[in-house]
């Protein structure tokens, strides 16, 4: 299943006509046809993905966010976002990270990695970079890391994080307060048969930097588990 184009020209449609009056009057038609064509696109990739991870998330529909936006704190009262984003969460507390895939006309990018991660997880990857940051360095040094995302991404803190020192021989690594990867498509990528199979494609080979995070993050500083067996 492929991204239709008429699902893109809803997209650029919305973005000119960001409404309720527009959108209401195309909800049942373009609206509902584009939407349709996104959860079966995002069925065709999940589909994939199971057959080389566990994927908690039961359905492309599921991993659907919603294109409405809360605007309760926005400057941008805009009541609609003009791309569609999905997200498929990895099943069990031993299979960390989540991927995403994000569909919008001019920019498309299928990604996935650790965006907010919460204080102890945070502390815990530091604590391990901090001891040896050999091998995630390798895992990011490799050739189909970088041909595939270039570089690990995420905010930054600008000197060190508290508790370490900015001399740090891994202070580049322990700055991260996220960790994510991506790849950009362009439009006529994004439009292609088997973009689906790119997109899986591009999840696979998050899986050394998935595994060795979730190594990290499901044990101890002992390299003990923290789950029962």
């Known amino acids: 299943m492929q991204i239709s184009k008429s699902n893109i020209d809803f997209l650029k449609q919305l973005s000119k006509n960001n409404n309720r009056d527009w959108f209401q009057a195309n909800k049942a038609t373009a609206y509902q046809s584009a939407l349709d064509n996104t959860i079966a696109f995002a069925d065709c990739l ?9 994927i908690e998330t039961v359905s492309g529909k599921k991993s659907l966010y919603r294109i409405y936006k809360d605007i309760r704190f926005s400057k941008d009262k805009t009541p609609y976002k003009t791309h ?22 001019g920019n498309c990018f299928v990604g996935g990695g650790f965006w907010n991660p919460n204080p102890e997880d945070l ?20 050739k189909n890391f970088i041909d595939t995302f270039g570089q690990l ?19 580049d690594l322990l700055r991260y307060k996220q960790f994510l990867v991506s790849k950009k498509f362009t439009e006529k990528e994004m439009l ?5 199979k790119e997109a899986n494609k591009v999840f696979e080979n ?6 060795y995070m979730s190594e990290v993050l499901t044990t101890d500083e002992n390299g ?5 067996q």
């Open 84 to 105: 569609w984003g999905g997200y498929f969460k990895r099943a069990t507390n031993h299979l960390r990270g989540g991927y995403y895939f994000h569909i919008q006309p």
């Open 153 to 171: 991404d995420g905010n930054q803190v600008k000197t060190a994080p508290k508790g370490f020192s900015k001399e740090h021989e891994n202070i």
């Open 123 to 142: 502390k815990r990857i530091r604590i391990e970079l901090a001891a040896d940051g050999s091998e995630l360095r390798k895992i990011i040094g490799s």
């Open 206 to 211: 998050m899986r050394p930097f998935f595994d």
């Open 46 to 54: 999940l589909s994939e993905m199971k057959k080389h991870d566990n």
């Open 192 to 196: 292609a048969k088997d973009f689906y």
């Open 224 to 228: 003990e588990s923290l789950y029962a």
